[in-house]
Nanobody
Framework: QVQLVESGGGLVQAGGSLRLSCAAS????????MGWYRQAPGKQRELVAL???????NYADSVKGRFTISRDNAKNTVDLQMNSLKYEDTAVYYC????????WGKGTLVTVSS
């Protein structure tokens, strides 16, 4: 069992930055993949970024070059630095862990004003 708690969402103007953080309740060294998904109103949940325990990353094309995912296994955290935010980045962002069952956080709302 893994509990995931997100923090860092909020309201930001287009072009601005936000940093999301997710804390896992269990030793992250034993969690293979962690990352972030998002769900905008009326849309399906979609991948934003993933990072393995070894540090390999995978990004959605829509966020490449703007978002950076990082992970601190010693602190059991995974962060998402979001720069150059766009209106279309507005969504609820969910932390994800594959350990090996899939776990989800409750989500944190990111609102980007145009």
């Amino acid at each position: 069992q893994v509990q995931l708690v997100e923090s860092g969402g909020g309201l930001v103007q287009a072009g601005g930055s936000l940093r999301l953080s997710c804390a896992a309740s269990r030793n992250a060294f034993n969690i293979n993949t962690m990352g972030w998904y998002r769900q905008a109103p009326g849309k399906q949940r979609e991948l934003v970024a993933l990072i393995t325990s070894g540090g390999s990353t995978n990004y959605a094309d829509s966020v490449k070059g703007r978002f950076t995912i990082s992970r601190d296994n010693a602190k059991n955290t995974v962060d998402l630095q979001m720069n150059s935010l766009k209106y279309e980045d507005t969504a609820v962002y969910y932390c994800y862990a594959n350990a090996p069952l899939r776990y989800w956080g409750k989500g944190t709302l990111v609102t980007v004003s145009s």
